[in-house]
């Protein structure tokens, strides 16, 4: 909102608001003037995954799956093929808000989860605390595009890693792993929103 809104434009705002149950916030300039218009006394933003009971808060700055049924369906499958364990060691990269991390951690697995962006690591374990999960995940901040094999063994082995990189992909991390398989983890389950970054990254997994 380049302008300030008239009268009219805020009924406008407050009456959508009102018809389709949903918040209205503005932004003037940099992501710091994000502030909540209406309702003033609304709830905290949050997003739930009732199959792993669990809930999200967030504020709109914050990165989320923006279709939740899809996310849904996507967290489903990608549980069914990690196929995560109590006791497994499992990594959580590009981790984001936990979307994925604190549904492998109600496996009663040990989840570590890295994100490049401070504020998603916060949200992440405000989430973790919030869902009684704290004690099985650790989160760290971390550029994952300026990975090295040196970094990477400095975390530990992981049984398995959950990827889901940004449409950049992840050809840092992936090609930080010794080619002789000494190291690596015995499942990788990589989401992608962009296959082309996928095949790429595919591409060394398979042949390097």
């Known amino acids: 909102v380049m302008e300030t809104p008239n009268a009219n434009d805020e009924d406008l705002f407050k009456a959508f608001a009102d018809k389709y149950e ?73 981790c984001g808000l936990g979307n994925f991390t604190l549904p492998i951690a109600r496996s009663g697995a040990m989840v570590f989860g890295m994100e490049g962006l401070e504020t998603l690591v916060n949200r992440a374990k405000e989430s973790a605390t919030l869902n009684g999960l704290a004690d099985q995940v650790d989160f760290e901040e971390a550029n994952l595009f300026d990975m090295t094999p040196e970094l990477l063994q400095g975390l530990g082995r992981f049984d398995k890693w959950l990827v889901d990189p940004p449409r950049d992909g992840a050809m840092a991390l992936v090609g930080a792993l010794p080619n002789d398989g000494s190291f690596g983890p015995e499942r990788i389950v990589y989401v992608s929103c962009n296959p082309a970054t996928l095949a790429r990254d595919a591409g060394i997994l398979v042949n390097e």
């Open 22 to 94: 949903v918040q209205v916030w503005t932004q003037t300039k940099g992501l710091d003037t994000v502030q909540p218009f209406y309702p003033l006394n609304a709830p905290q933003l949050s997003y739930s995954l009732p199959e792993f009971d669990l809930k999200y808060p967030f504020n709109p700055t914050e990165f989320t799956q923006v279709n939740p049924h899809i996310n849904k369906v996507m967290l489903r499958r990608a549980m069914q093929l990690l196929s995560p364990k109590a006791g497994e060691k499992i990594a959580d990269f590009f």
